[in-house]
């Protein structure tokens, strides 16, 4: 095989892409990227793409083990976007 013919894998992929390999909407990805709390994106010739170690690491800093963790997410201007849900009812006084 010769090297004009050997694939090369993609270092960047557009949103459409960079949404199936997340499993996600390309419209919920657009609205990650509009409020700040997506993957690291990048605008090369007015086009958005994203490199796949970004959405490979975004993702991991949402891993967990339960679903009663509570891991505190920051927006893009730092400022925390989750807070933690009270356990039991709360009695209004």
């Not at 010769?2 to 949404?19: G, I, L, W």
């Not at 997506?38 to 970004?54: M, S, T, W």
């Not at 490979?56 to 509570?70: G, I, L, N, P």
């Amino acid at each position: 095989m010769n090297s004009s013919s050997a694939r090369v894998t993609p270092r960047y992929v557009r949103t459409h892409d960079a949404a199936a390999y997340l499993g996600l909407s390309g419209r919920t990805l657009e609205k990650h990227r509009c409020t700040g709390t997506g993957p690291v994106f990048r605008k090369l010739g007015g086009r958005v793409v994203y490199a796949i170690e970004d959405l490979d690491a975004w993702a991991a800093e949402r891993a967990q083990k339960s679903t009663s963790e509570f891991v505190p997410q920051t927006d893009y201007r730092g400022i925390l976007s989750a807070r933690p849900k009270p356990h039991g009812r709360q009695r209004s006084e």
